[in-house]
């Protein structure tokens, strides 16, 4: 089970009741890193959804970073000063998880010997956030029904059913249509969840943030760890780049982290410390030569980007554009100055 229970705060900033920035003007979708055209266009989206109470269903990969997006859409909303719980129902049992959603009261089953107020309740006038939503039973999944229709909860061993004030965001990293196709999800449960849906780029689709990401958590990492770590050598953001990063966001931080720790006395990250994995999967490529200067790496390194990039994508400059994270035209203006054919 995990509980994240926040109010007010988010990545130690205190937010206002007015506008959901704080006193300088930082912003909770800042906490969402990325400077892509899908990820710009994704900030926009949570913009607009930020004051709705409507329930939002999350949908991505593993791994994408949603319950990074949840937290941010509850501190645009004015129920942020309201606490925010994260549930994920996969890591109960079907009985544990109603008990723990819904409460219980003393005598209701063996071993209950006090009321429990169940996570609905903890989250009144904020936000629970019920992440994998997709691996509740079909039972759990009518009473979730319920309690989205009628805003109302009973905790089992009780008669009463009690009012809730809460918002409901879902996610999910299966495809929930799909799920309702094969009958292991409610019809009616996607159509409350999904009056509002959030998909979200994996990271192979949003190449352009990785730097970003990369020193981002290279920042958190050396912080932990005590170090004074300031970047990347001119080899290893390349080779970040290039791989596809089937674990997405979370794989890309444990990498960084695992190269903060490994790290022994140097302040720029080389290449030696990349893990095997990535080892493996770049060879040479990334490699320069010795007398090679770091603007003729840099400038080897796009050219071998955007002409793979152009091969998967049989040439087409939209599809290469949207592969490597930038806009159509900056993919166009570097191709000149490249001289790419």
């Known amino acids: 089970m995990s509980v994240v229970l926040e109010r007010k705060r988010i990545d130690g900033i205190e937010f206002d009741n007015t506008n959901g920035h704080d006193s300088s003007g930082v912003s909770p979708l800042d906490s969402i890193i990325g400077e892509s055209p899908v990820m710009c266009r994704l900030k926009e989206f949570l913009t607009r959804i930020g004051t709705s109470s409507a329930p939002v269903l ?7 970073g949603k319950e990074i997006v949840a937290q941010a859409i509850h501190q645009s909303n004015p129920k942020r000063t309201g606490a925010f719980i994260a549930e994920n129902c996969a890591t109960l049992p079907e009985s544990l998880l109603e008990s723990e959603l819904f409460g219980y009261a003393r005598g209701a089953f063996t071993g209950a010997v006090r009321d429990k107020r169940g996570l609905f309740e ?19 999944q009518a009473k979730l029904l319920r309690v989205l229709e009628m805003s109302e909860i009973r905790p089992l061993g009780e008669i009463k059913t009690r009012p809730i004030d809460v918002r409901v965001l879902a996610a999910s990293s299966r495809d929930l249509t799909h799920e ?5 999800f409610r019809p009616e449960l996607y159509y409350r969840l999904s009056v509002v849906t959030v998909q979200l780029p994996p990271l192979r689709e949003r190449h352009g943030d990785i730097a970003l990401l990369a020193h981002a958590f290279l920042s958190e990492s050396a912080q932990r760890e005590g170090k004074e770590l300031v970047g990347f050598g001119d080899s290893v953001l390349a080779a970040l780049a290039s791989y596809n990063w089937p674990g997405n966001v979370r794989e890309l931080r444990n990498e960084i982290e695992r190269m903060a720790i490994m790290a022994n006395g140097e302040v720029v990250v080389g290449q030696h410390l990349l893990s095997e994995c990535l080892q493996a ?16 790496a840099m400038r080897r390194i796009k050219r071998e980007m955007i002409e793979r990039a152009l091969g998967e ?22 191709m000149r100055r490249l001289n790419i054919e």
């Open 58 to 64: 999350i949908q991505g990969e593993s791994g994408t």
């Open 122 to 140: 903890a989250a009144e006038g904020g936000t629970l956030f019920l992440d994998e939503i997709a691996e509740t039973s079909l039972e759990v």
């Open 180 to 184: 309702v196709e094969l009958g292991r």
């Open 313 to 334: 994508c049989g040439g087409n400059r939209s599809c290469t554009a949207t592969k490597l994270g930038i806009s159509r035209t900056n993919l166009q203006h570097t």
């Open 281 to 296: 999967h770049i060879g040479p490529v990334a490699e320069r030569a010795p007398d090679e200067t770091l603007p003729e």
